[in-house]
Protein backbone atom coordinates (compact mmCIF):
# COMPACT_ATOMS: atom_id res chain seq x y z
CA UNK A 1 0.00 0.00 0.00
CA UNK A 2 1.11 3.48 -1.17
CA UNK A 3 -0.31 7.53 -0.81
CA UNK A 4 0.32 7.70 -4.16
CA UNK A 5 0.97 5.08 -7.48
CA UNK A 6 3.86 3.03 -8.92
CA UNK A 7 3.41 2.32 -12.44
CA UNK A 8 4.07 -1.84 -13.89
CA UNK A 9 6.83 -0.71 -16.00
CA UNK A 10 8.41 0.91 -12.54
CA UNK A 11 7.68 -2.36 -10.78
CA UNK A 12 9.56 -4.26 -13.49
CA UNK A 13 12.36 -2.42 -13.60
CA UNK A 14 12.50 -2.90 -9.62
CA UNK A 15 12.14 -6.73 -9.99
CA UNK A 16 14.78 -6.54 -13.08
CA UNK A 17 17.76 -4.42 -10.39
CA UNK A 18 16.60 -7.17 -7.03
CA UNK A 19 16.86 -10.10 -9.34
CA UNK A 20 20.61 -9.31 -9.49
CA UNK A 21 23.31 -10.27 -7.08
CA UNK A 22 23.93 -8.89 -4.05
CA UNK A 23 26.60 -9.17 -1.95
CA UNK A 24 28.09 -7.71 1.30
CA UNK A 25 30.50 -5.16 0.41
CA UNK A 26 32.07 -4.15 4.49
CA UNK A 27 31.63 -2.66 7.46
CA UNK A 28 33.11 0.47 8.22
CA UNK A 29 33.24 2.25 11.54
CA UNK A 30 34.98 5.59 10.13
CA UNK A 31 35.34 7.09 6.68
CA UNK A 32 38.83 5.45 6.40
CA UNK A 33 36.73 1.90 6.39
CA UNK A 34 34.33 2.85 4.10
CA UNK A 35 34.48 1.56 0.44
CA UNK A 36 35.21 4.27 -2.05
CA UNK A 37 32.33 5.96 -3.98
CA UNK A 38 31.70 4.42 -7.33
CA UNK A 39 27.60 3.75 -6.94
CA UNK A 40 24.87 5.65 -5.64
CA UNK A 41 24.17 4.53 -2.16
CA UNK A 42 20.60 4.52 -0.47
CA UNK A 43 20.89 4.89 3.21
CA UNK A 44 18.30 2.90 5.70
CA UNK A 45 17.99 4.63 9.14
CA UNK A 46 15.75 4.14 11.81
CA UNK A 47 14.65 3.48 15.49
CA UNK A 48 16.48 0.27 17.09
CA UNK A 49 14.34 -2.95 16.13
CA UNK A 50 12.51 -0.52 13.29
CA UNK A 51 13.10 -3.91 11.10
CA UNK A 52 16.20 -2.04 8.73
CA UNK A 53 17.76 -5.37 8.31
CA UNK A 54 14.90 -7.41 8.00
CA UNK A 55 13.63 -4.98 4.49
CA UNK A 56 17.40 -5.11 3.30
CA UNK A 57 16.82 -9.12 3.16
CA UNK A 58 13.44 -8.96 1.65
CA UNK A 59 14.45 -6.52 -0.66
CA UNK A 60 17.38 -8.30 -2.14
CA UNK A 61 15.50 -11.76 -1.44
CA UNK A 62 18.24 -13.74 0.63
CA UNK A 63 17.13 -14.06 4.47
CA UNK A 64 20.35 -13.82 5.75
CA UNK A 65 22.34 -11.36 3.79
CA UNK A 66 22.03 -8.15 6.72
CA UNK A 67 22.04 -9.53 10.26
CA UNK A 68 18.56 -9.23 11.46
CA UNK A 69 18.00 -9.55 15.35
CA UNK A 70 15.66 -8.77 17.81
CA UNK A 71 18.12 -7.31 19.83
CA UNK A 72 17.89 -3.77 19.66
CA UNK A 73 21.32 -1.65 19.07
CA UNK A 74 23.13 -4.64 17.80
CA UNK A 75 23.77 -2.85 14.27
CA UNK A 76 26.68 -0.78 15.53
CA UNK A 77 28.70 0.06 12.42
CA UNK A 78 27.97 0.94 8.73
CA UNK A 79 27.42 -2.08 6.70
CA UNK A 80 27.80 -1.78 2.86
CA UNK A 81 25.59 -4.06 0.34
CA UNK A 82 26.29 -4.02 -2.93
CA UNK A 83 23.94 -5.25 -6.32
CA UNK A 84 26.21 -5.70 -8.73
CA UNK A 85 27.34 -3.07 -10.45
CA UNK A 86 24.43 -0.40 -9.72
CA UNK A 87 23.53 0.23 -6.25
CA UNK A 88 24.52 -0.05 -2.98
CA UNK A 89 22.42 -0.46 -0.01
CA UNK A 90 23.72 0.99 3.65
CA UNK A 91 22.64 -0.37 6.48
CA UNK A 92 23.48 2.75 9.31
CA UNK A 93 22.93 1.51 13.03
CA UNK A 94 19.56 2.47 14.68
CA UNK A 95 19.21 5.80 17.03
CA UNK A 96 17.45 5.49 20.48
CA UNK A 97 17.63 2.81 22.16
CA UNK A 98 17.10 3.56 25.78
CA UNK A 99 19.58 1.03 27.20
CA UNK A 100 22.75 2.31 25.23
CA UNK A 101 24.73 4.43 27.17
CA UNK A 102 24.61 7.78 26.42
CA UNK A 103 28.82 7.61 24.86
CA UNK A 104 27.35 4.78 23.18
CA UNK A 105 24.44 6.22 21.44
CA UNK A 106 26.44 9.66 20.83
CA UNK A 107 29.46 7.76 19.16
CA UNK A 108 26.68 6.08 17.49
CA UNK A 109 25.29 9.44 16.51
CA UNK A 110 28.54 10.92 15.42
CA UNK A 111 28.94 7.98 12.85
CA UNK A 112 26.09 8.47 10.90
CA UNK A 113 25.48 11.93 10.59
CA UNK A 114 28.64 12.71 9.63
CA UNK A 115 29.00 9.51 7.39
CA UNK A 116 25.74 11.33 5.99
CA UNK A 117 27.46 14.81 5.88
CA UNK A 118 30.74 13.37 4.20
CA UNK A 119 28.77 10.81 1.68
CA UNK A 120 28.82 12.53 -1.92
CA UNK A 121 26.45 9.65 -3.33
CA UNK A 122 24.14 9.26 -0.92
CA UNK A 123 20.88 9.67 -3.02
CA UNK A 124 18.34 8.95 -0.39
CA UNK A 125 18.04 7.88 3.30
CA UNK A 126 15.21 5.46 3.54
CA UNK A 127 14.00 6.33 7.15
CA UNK A 128 11.97 3.21 8.67
CA UNK A 129 8.72 3.93 11.10
CA UNK A 130 7.54 1.07 13.07
CA UNK A 131 3.97 1.32 11.80
CA UNK A 132 2.54 0.18 15.33
CA UNK A 133 3.93 3.37 16.80
CA UNK A 134 4.49 5.92 14.30
CA UNK A 135 6.03 8.97 13.58
CA UNK A 136 7.61 9.62 17.17
CA UNK A 137 9.33 12.26 18.23
CA UNK A 138 12.90 10.87 17.81
CA UNK A 139 11.86 10.15 14.35
CA UNK A 140 11.09 13.75 13.77
CA UNK A 141 14.39 14.53 14.97
CA UNK A 142 16.07 12.70 12.44
CA UNK A 143 13.95 14.11 9.68
CA UNK A 144 15.05 18.01 10.84
CA UNK A 145 18.68 16.41 11.29
CA UNK A 146 18.06 15.43 7.01
CA UNK A 147 16.36 18.50 6.40
CA UNK A 148 19.31 20.67 7.91
CA UNK A 149 21.96 18.53 6.42
CA UNK A 150 19.86 18.81 2.61
CA UNK A 151 19.62 14.98 2.32
CA UNK A 152 17.29 13.51 0.76
CA UNK A 153 14.93 10.98 2.75
CA UNK A 154 11.74 8.83 2.30
CA UNK A 155 9.65 7.58 4.85
CA UNK A 156 8.79 3.68 5.05
CA UNK A 157 6.35 2.28 7.36
CA UNK A 158 7.39 -1.36 8.13
CA UNK A 159 5.65 -4.02 10.09
CA UNK A 160 2.17 -2.88 8.67
CA UNK A 161 1.28 -6.80 9.05
CA UNK A 162 0.85 -6.16 13.02
CA UNK A 163 -2.24 -3.64 11.82
CA UNK A 164 -5.69 -3.69 10.94
CA UNK A 165 -6.49 -2.92 7.49
CA UNK A 166 -8.51 0.15 8.02
CA UNK A 167 -5.66 1.75 10.51
CA UNK A 168 -2.94 1.63 7.73
CA UNK A 169 -4.41 3.94 5.09
CA UNK A 170 -4.90 6.45 7.91
CA UNK A 171 -1.48 6.36 8.90
CA UNK A 172 -0.09 6.66 5.18
CA UNK A 173 -2.17 9.46 5.31
CA UNK A 174 -0.80 11.81 8.37
CA UNK A 175 2.55 10.20 7.80
CA UNK A 176 2.11 12.28 4.12
CA UNK A 177 0.61 15.41 5.90
CA UNK A 178 3.78 15.28 8.52
CA UNK A 179 5.90 15.49 5.30
CA UNK A 180 4.05 18.49 3.23
CA UNK A 181 6.27 21.01 3.06
CA UNK A 182 9.15 19.35 4.03
CA UNK A 183 11.94 20.21 0.95
CA UNK A 184 14.36 17.29 1.72
CA UNK A 185 11.19 14.82 1.77
CA UNK A 186 9.88 12.44 -1.00
CA UNK A 187 6.54 12.59 -1.18
CA UNK A 188 5.70 8.39 -1.52
CA UNK A 189 5.22 6.90 1.85
CA UNK A 190 5.48 3.83 1.55
CA UNK A 191 4.18 0.57 3.78
CA UNK A 192 5.43 -2.58 3.95
CA UNK A 193 6.18 -5.92 6.03
CA UNK A 194 9.12 -7.43 5.64
CA UNK A 195 7.66 -10.75 7.35
CA UNK A 196 4.71 -10.84 4.34
CA UNK A 197 6.50 -9.39 1.30
CA UNK A 198 4.04 -6.32 1.24
CA UNK A 199 5.54 -3.24 -0.42
CA UNK A 200 8.49 -4.89 -1.16
CA UNK A 201 7.57 -4.46 -5.56
CA UNK A 202 7.11 -0.64 -4.73
CA UNK A 203 9.96 0.21 -2.63
CA UNK A 204 12.32 -2.09 -5.33
CA UNK A 205 10.71 -0.22 -7.99
CA UNK A 206 11.43 3.29 -5.85
CA UNK A 207 15.14 2.74 -5.19
CA UNK A 208 15.62 1.48 -8.82
CA UNK A 209 15.07 5.18 -10.40
CA UNK A 210 18.18 6.23 -8.44
CA UNK A 211 20.19 3.31 -9.65
CA UNK A 212 23.06 3.11 -12.29
CA UNK A 213 20.42 1.14 -13.95
CA UNK A 214 18.26 0.43 -17.03
Not at 4 to 30: M, N, Q, W, Y
Not at 140 to 154: F, I, T
Not at 173 to 193: N, R, W
Amino acid sequence: MVAGSVKDHDIEKGRRLFARPCDFLTSGVGPDSFPLETLPEIAFSGRSNAGKSSLINALTGQRGLARASNQPGRTQSINFFEISGALRLVDLPGYGFAQAPKATAAAWNRLVHGFLRRRARVCRVILLVDARRGLMAIDRGMMADLEGMAVSYQIVLTKIDTLPKARIGALISATTEAISGQAASFPLVLATSARKAKGIAELRASLAELADFQ
